[in-house]
């Protein structure tokens, strides 16, 4: 699922019961037109990558909500790199996945990280028990 929300609004990520959020991808600024810019001044594009605060605040939750706003949530700010005065929106991509358990080994991802990852939920799909997984260390 694709959601983009605009400033001052609020993200709600929910799965049904059984199920946990993966953020896969996540964005804060003047991402594109759409819903909350409908109109190109200039500066579309810039912004951040959000994801390691979304995947950290979401990721492994049944729901998740978290205020799209750059004054009651600085921590989804710091790093943009759009004008203080430019309003920015939130384009969050994720999905629900079946079972409890749900591990992000980011720091600052990579490729290699992202490939971990998608070995470790291939794993836990395929029912290997989590005490095989190896985990990483950083």
């Known amino acids: 699922m694709l959601e ?4 001052g609004d609020q ?3 929910r799965c049904d019961s059984g199920s946990v959020l993966e953020i896969l991808a996540a964005r804060y600024g ?3 037109l ?3 810019i409908n109109r190109d ?5 810039c912004g951040k990558d959000a994801l390691p605060e979304m995947d950290a605040w979401c990721s492994g939750r049944e729901r998740c909500s ?3 706003d750059k004054s009651d949530n600085p921590d989804l700010n710091e790093g943009n790199d759009c004008f203080v005065d430019i309003v920015s929106h939130l384009e969050v991509e994720y999905q629900c996945v079946s079972g409890g358990f749900y591990m992000s080994c980011r720091v600052k991802e990579t490729p290699k990280d992202k490939r971990r990852k998608r ?11 989590v005490s095989s997984i190896t985990h990483a260390h950083y």
């Open 4 to 7: 983009e929300v605009c400033d």
């Open 11 to 13: 993200f709600e990520g």
């Open 30 to 32: 003047r991402v594109k």
């Open 34 to 36: 759409g819903q909350c």
């Open 41 to 45: 001044l200039g500066f579309l594009g």
């Open 66 to 68: 978290v205020i799209v």
């Open 119 to 129: 070995a470790l939920w291939r794993q836990r799909r395929n029912s290997v028990p």
